[in-house]
């Protein structure tokens, strides 16, 4: 299912709105996962299946980056995008609640941008402060 | 491992059917022994079939050919019994794991033979790769903790991949956390689509996702070629 796409829940239609205003992939991307972050919020339950499937697309469109190896699939972004919703759902559950964001999702970001925009770009994802809610 | 109940292995792990009545010459060690084992491959196979919240104790019994009674002799209740099955898998796991990767010259190749073994041990016992993988999360909270504590035991075998690096703490703390993720929802998400005897379609996929942090693009793409099937 795509960002622009029909959601069933409301919490998806929240996290799956498309960032307004924002070209760059990485850019859309953090946006994205930084949604569904505060989306989540203090409940522990897990993403729901159009969040997972929505922030996948979004991650498959990094093999766009001029300098995405042409090897990488979709199964990489499926991977990737389940490594996101993972470790946010485990974050709740073994705190009690979610880490906070600062600390969860640059390093998240970090795994996201690297295999298709290289070691140097994910670097970057680590000092990038989060976007203002 | 004490969950199996087919015949390939029925040699090996003794009948997990019920005992015959009357007189059958065994210990009481081993009437608890079988009746455990029974139990906990009619959890594995009612969970599968149903899921572990519509799972109940009277499906686990009836299953195993043992009393309530008896159950209840064994495990406090029904998140007892699906913890003691998740934990003989996972003892079983490690201990074909060991295996799998003992005759390996290098970490990369470890890393590789490990993907390769759990990847076919899943698609060979459906039912263990349900209960392993899927249903711990929603299950109860207890579970998803201990489902949680499994994985983040897996992290020194892969974190030994820095080693591969010039600068191994250049990787987030994370990122073995993140790659497992990613490899349980890869796998996860072929069960949920009814296709487990495909898992190790997965691993050329697997090689790539996990080892690029560690070896870079190009080893670990030589690598995933290598895992591929011919």
Redesign the interface.
């Known amino acids: 299912m795509g960002f622009t796409e029909s959601s069933t829940t409301p919490s998806a239609t929240a996290t799956l709105a498309p960032p307004v205003g924002l070209d760059d992939w990485r850019s859309r991307l953090r946006a994205a996962t930084y949604a569904l972050y505060r989306d989540l919020g203090e409940g522990s339950a897990?993403p729901v299946e159009d969040e997972?499937e929505g922030l996948v697309d979004l991650i498959d469109e990094g093999r766009a980056e001029p300098t995405a190896?042409p090897?990488l699939?979709r199964?990489?972004a499926?991977?990737?995008?389940?490594?996101?919703?993972?470790?946010m759902?485990?974050s709740a559950?073994?705190e009690g609640s979610l880490s906070p964001e600062s600390e969860l999702v640059?390093?998240?970001m970090?795994?996201a941008v690297?295999?298709y925009a290289g070691?140097a770009s994910a670097?970057e994802e680590?000092r990038i402060p989060a976007p203002p809610r | 491992m004490a969950v199996e109940r087919g015949d390939r292995r029925g040699a090996e792990l003794g009948e997990l059917g019920p005992l015959p009545g009357g007189h059958h010459g065994l210990s009481r060690e081993q009437i608890l022994e079988s009746q455990r084992e029974r139990l906990l491959a009619a959890m594995a196979e009612e969970v599968a079939a149903k899921g572990y919240r519509a799972t109940t104790i009277t499906d686990v019994v009836k299953a195993a050919s043992v009393s309530t009674r008896d159950f209840y002799e064994h495990f406090d209740g029904k998140e007892a019994c699906f913890l003691a099955a998740f934990e003989a898998v996972r003892d079983h796991l490690e201990t074909l794991l060991a295996g799998a990767t003992a005759s390996q010259p290098d970490w990369p190749h470890q890393a590789v033979a490990a993907l390769r073994a759990a990847l076919e041990f899943f698609a060979a016992e459906p039912d263990l790769a349900r209960l392993c993988l899927v249903e711990p999360?929603?299950a109860t909270?207890t579970i998803?903790?201990r489902f949680?504590e499994a994985?983040l035991a897996c992290v020194p075998a892969l974190a030994l991949g820095r080693a591969e690096l010039e600068d191994g703490d250049?990787l987030?703390?994370?990122?073995e956390?993140?790659?497992l993720?990613?490899?349980?929802?890869?796998a996860?998400?072929s069960i949920l689509a009814g296709e487990t005897e495909l898992l190790p379609d997965?691993l050329p996929?697997?090689v790539?996702?996990t080892l690029?942090?560690y070896l870079g693009?190009e080893r670990a793409?030589a690598l995933?070629s290598e895992a591929r099937p011919t």
Do not use: N
Not at chain 1, 78 to 87: K, N, P, S, V
Not at chain 2, 181 to 186: E, F, N, Q, R, V
């Open positions: 897990p997972i190896p090897t699939t199964v990489t499926e991977a990737l995008g389940g490594a996101i919703c993972h470790e759902f485990f559950v073994r640059p390093p998240l970090y795994a690297l295999p070691a670097a680590l | 999360v929603s909270p998803a903790i949680r994985v250049s987030p703390e994370s990122t956390d993140s790659l993720g990613g490899a349980i929802s890869l996860t998400r997965l996929s697997l790539e996702f690029s942090p693009t793409v995933a």
